[in-house]
């Protein structure tokens, strides 16, 4: 079954402690990114990723870092996570960065940071 | 990209069509029109997109107006698994960071 995976699903951490969000798709897709999303303030893109080791800055990068040395994942790394970054988080794919194409999103993953 | 504006939400009875509308009079002549949805908090899911042409797949229908300032998205025998946040997103066709802006989209809730 075509897919994109998170994990884990829950996390509930506290401030300073590194933690990664692990993303993988099995579509042989191009592109992947991440979003957060927030209430009253939709998804906001974190981070994306035109190819393996092509990397770029979303709307809200500040406080995250990514990776992408293979095609299927695309981890996402709080190096020391504050409150603020309390949030959900979907990691999304799509065939190329091509905005005709339709973007498939993981299940998410509800972080808490205390 | 253009901005859309959406009904917060509603409500349609099971088995009947669910018409949501948007409206996004400042599109541009190369934007398309994108709908996903979001069923409590899991992933948005892709439903339709469209140019000027009406389009229809397995879930859904996109009807868009002649000059291409509103559309209307139709799910044609809602189920109470239609029960979501629709999101109505104006883009256009370009390589880049494919960065869909999910505003705040209308809540429909289908009742038995």
């Known amino acids: 079954e075509a897919q994109v995976t998170q994990n884990p699903r829950y996390l509930i951490t506290v401030t300073g402690k590194k933690l990664t969000v692990t993303c993988s798709q099995n579509m042989n897709h191009e592109y992947m990114s991440w979003y957060r999303q927030d209430p009253g303030l939709g998804l906001r893109q974190i981070y994306y990723?035109?190819?393996?080791?092509?990397?770029d800055k979303g709307d809200v990068p500040e406080g995250y870092k990514v990776s992408r040395k293979e095609k299927r994942n695309f981890p996402l790394i709080l190096e020391s996570p504050s409150p603020n970054q309390t949030s959900l988080y979907f990691c999304a794919s799509s065939w190329d960065a091509s905005s005709y194409n339709e973007q498939f999103f993981g299940p998410g993953t509800r972080l808490t940071v205390l | 990209d253009a901005k859309t504006t959406q009904p917060p939400s509603m409500d349609c009875a099971e088995g009947r069509a669910a018409n949501l509308p948007c409206n996004h009079s400042?599109?541009?002549?190369?934007?398309?029109v994108y709908w996903y949805r979001q069923i409590h908090s899991q992933g948005p899911q892709y439903i339709i997109h469209g140019l000027k042409n009406n389009e229809t797949n397995e879930m859904a229908s996109l009807i868009i107006t002649e000059d291409r300032k509103s559309s209307t998205l139709i799910l044609p025998h809602a189920t109470l698994r239609d029960t979501a946040v629709y999101y109505c997103?104006?883009?256009?066709?370009?390589?880049?960071?494919?960065?869909?802006?999910f505003g705040t989209g209308t809540r429909l809730t289908v009742i038995p």
């Open positions: 990723s035109m190819n393996v080791e092509v990397t």
């Open positions: 997103i104006v883009r256009s066709y370009q390589t880049g960071a494919n960065n869909l802006f």
């Open positions: 400042t599109i541009s002549g190369n934007e398309y």
